[in-house]
């Protein structure tokens, strides 16, 4: 499943194979099935997003460094 990132507020980062994109308060991402990812808050700084996915099974990966 895809998932889509929509960032309220604060900023952070995405990190996946093809390396760090920085993020802020209105970025919209999606990420494919897949892809080995994680998204992060910038130190020190407060981040709060959405996440969607479509419907089905939960998933977990691991650090993709």
Not at 37 to 60: C, D, K, V, W, Y
Request: charged residues 20%.
């Amino acid at each position: 499943m895809d998932q889509t990132l929509v960032l309220l507020s604060g900023a952070g980062a995405l990190e996946d194979d093809r390396g760090v994109h920085p993020l802020r308060a209105g970025d919209v991402v999606t990420v494919p099935k897949g892809r080995a990812h994680r998204h992060l808050a910038n130190a020190g700084q407060p981040m709060a997003h959405l996440s969607i996915t479509t419907f089905g099974e939960h998933h977990l990966c691991a650090d993709p460094r």
